[in-house]
């Protein structure tokens, strides 16, 4: 695929366009990054609002029916279901489990254990198993 960036300080406003075959998945959610204005997500801890910025967000994991942000310094609480904040996320995370996303630019490094399962541990210490049905789109997102 060809990519062309035209840089002009005199526009009012940016727009992207693509010329495509077909769409497919990573376009898609290139698309969707490219329209969502938000860099973050209100999220709540100690029952004060905060906003917690993407990048900062090494796991999203439900825990007893409640979805939890973690990031290196503080976890929150994400009053909605995973589905919710997912649709909210750039195509920095993965699925890595039904329960768990990850930011794959957070993530330190992948553990394969001796049963054939694959943890992957952040660079928050956390560790979170990969699910056998999300081992190929993990793989696929981190090019391996």
């Given at each position: 695929?060809k990519?062309?960036?035209?840089?002009d300080?005199?526009f009012k406003?940016e727009?992207?366009e693509?010329?495509?075959?077909k769409?497919?998945n990573?376009?898609?959610s290139?698309a969707q990054?490219?329209?969502n204005?938000?860099d973050?997500?209100w999220?709540?801890?100690r029952g004060?609002?905060?906003?917690v910025?993407?990048?900062?967000?090494?796991?999203?994991?439900?825990?007893?029916?409640?979805?939890?942000v973690?990031?290196?310094?503080?976890v929150?609480?994400?009053?909605?279901?995973?589905?919710?904040?997912?649709?909210?996320l750039?195509?920095?995370f993965?699925a890595v489990s039904?329960?768990s996303v990850?930011?794959?630019?957070?993530?330190?490094?992948?553990?394969i254990?001796?049963n054939?399962?694959?943890?992957?541990s952040?660079?928050?210490k956390?560790t979170v198993?990969v699910?056998?049905r999300?081992?190929?789109?993990?793989?696929?997102r981190?090019?391996?």
């Open positions: 695929m990519v062309k960036l035209n840089i300080k005199n406003e727009r992207a693509f010329w495509l075959h769409m497919t990573k376009i898609n290139i990054e490219l329209n204005e938000n973050f997500v999220c709540y801890r004060d609002m905060f906003p910025k993407f990048s900062k967000i090494d796991l999203i994991q439900v825990e007893n029916e409640k979805t939890y973690y990031t290196e310094e503080n929150y609480l994400f009053k909605g279901r995973l589905y919710q904040i997912n649709k909210l750039p195509a920095d993965v039904r329960s990850i930011n794959y630019h957070r993530l330190d490094h992948l553990e254990l001796s054939g399962n694959i943890d992957a952040l660079k928050n956390m198993q699910s056998r999300k081992i190929r789109t993990l793989k696929e981190l090019g391996i």
